[in-house]
């Protein structure tokens, strides 16, 4: 694992503090690695939103579509509802 080295003000090493106490943390390192990994996620899903908004549908949404729809989980919808 590679190392990496940060200045922080005093007010975020002591917000950065505060995290890893209260969340549970066992360092600040895995803090920050978690913060990294959510954010990898989050760019990662952004692209697959503007993927799908670029994209050209695969078919028309349409009543038919939507009864089709209905019908396929029929069964599931009416057991569930209380």
């Known amino acids: 694992m590679s190392t990496m080295n940060i200045s922080l003000p005093e007010a975020l090493k002591a917000f950065v503090d505060e995290q890893v106490d209260s969340r549970g943390f066992g ?6 690695r978690e913060l990294i990994r959510k954010d990898q996620e989050r760019l990662q899903l952004r692209e697959l939103l503007l993927a799908g908004a ?6 028309a949404a349409d009543g038919a579509y939507f009864a089709t729809l209905r019908g396929r989980i029929g069964g599931r919808t009416s057991t569930r509802r209380s």
């Open 27 to 32: 360092t600040s390192s895995e803090y920050v």
């Open 54 to 59: 670029r994209s050209r549908p695969a078919a």
